[in-house]
């Protein structure tokens, strides 16, 4: 990257007061680059990288027996890992397991949550939502011979491209069987108030689960506190288990009896799997909705992910994220809205309603990330035209956050990215 600013001394002083500087070290940066991409897929650790390293020679010397002689057995890795995950979130051991990846536990969990009765028979959703979410909803509904034009009931975005809460609760009628949100919109970044949707969903009947893939590692949660029927998450984005990682999902205890139509064999009751009986008996809790061996290997590097955030503590993440955030809104209020056209700031101005990454919005969104990218900052391209910055808490500071604005306002003055024009790729 090329600095040619010089770095404020308020915003040096502020990398010195870090209280987590030090865990910036533990992550692989790429050479030369200001990586503002974590809410994509997170850096890998020296800690993710260890744990990692460790299974794979379990595997070496152990072989077969690495299932139950691993430093960390693999028979029971889910459950502890799902142990260690859920002090993330306000659950109990056994409410959260490390499980599969997002897109197959939407479609187990909501195959055992969404049980329409009567004229209770709709799922509502936004139209903001991460398109694989409601692939998998529609695909829930017509599973059980619902139309999903007429049952999938979609939350609308107002004017400002923003949902309100105010209007999903709205929504929410005798019709409604389940209530299905992402805590923080991946592309705006807006973060939705889990605690009065769930609270409100719950005075009407309704369940409520929630896919909390950009929120999981960068804030904190609270489900248990806040009655959520159920939840899932990826573990490669803030929570930087690596790419394609294994995923996670919380199941309330008042739910463990519940039926999980997407059975298999790693859903069993632990003490009688291995007696392969053609009944299938349930794991007592949340490990009911496993269904296959876990890819060890994808789950092996999420261990040492997790050690570090608890290490750094969800709070001190969330507090530094939004002092992150803060400063990069502000940077952008100050330096690049008023002098160059085009630009809109797209994420809450309120940082109790954000979550950890900034969006902003301009026609020319493909070429300026590009200008960026040459100049050695990693920002994600949402088509058609936002561009997505997330200073990560644990391995992003305070210059850096200052770098990106400065670079972002010299190419938008000397026109750097016009060069760019008519290139589009395919993974950003
Ligand atoms: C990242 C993300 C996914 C990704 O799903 P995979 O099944 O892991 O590919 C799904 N939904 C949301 C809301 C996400 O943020």
Redesign the pocket.
Known sequence: MSVRNQIPAGILSLDLKDELSGFRNRFYIPQNTIYMDGNSLGLLSVDSEESLLRVLDEWKKLAIKGWTEGKRPWFWFAEEIGTMASKLVGADPGEVIMSG????N?HALISSFFTPEGERNKILADEL??P??LYALKGQLMLKGFDPDKHLVLAKAGEKGLLDEKSIIELMTDETALVFL?SVL?HTGQLLDIKMLTEEAAKRGILTGF?C??SAGAIPHRFNEWGVDFALW?S??YLNGGP?ST?FFYVNKKHFGKEPFLAGWFGCNKEKQFDMLNEFIPSPDAGRWQISSPAILSSAPVEGALKITLEAGIDRIRKKSVQLTTLLAKMINERIIPHYQGFRLITPTDPSKRGGHIAIEHPDAAMITEALKARGVIPDLRPPSIIRIAPVALYNSFSEVWKVVDILAEIMKNNEYVKFRGQRRTVT
């Open positions: 990846s997002t897109t197959v939407i939502n991460f694989s979410d992402p991946y896919d893939s950009h990826c490669y984005k394609g995923a």
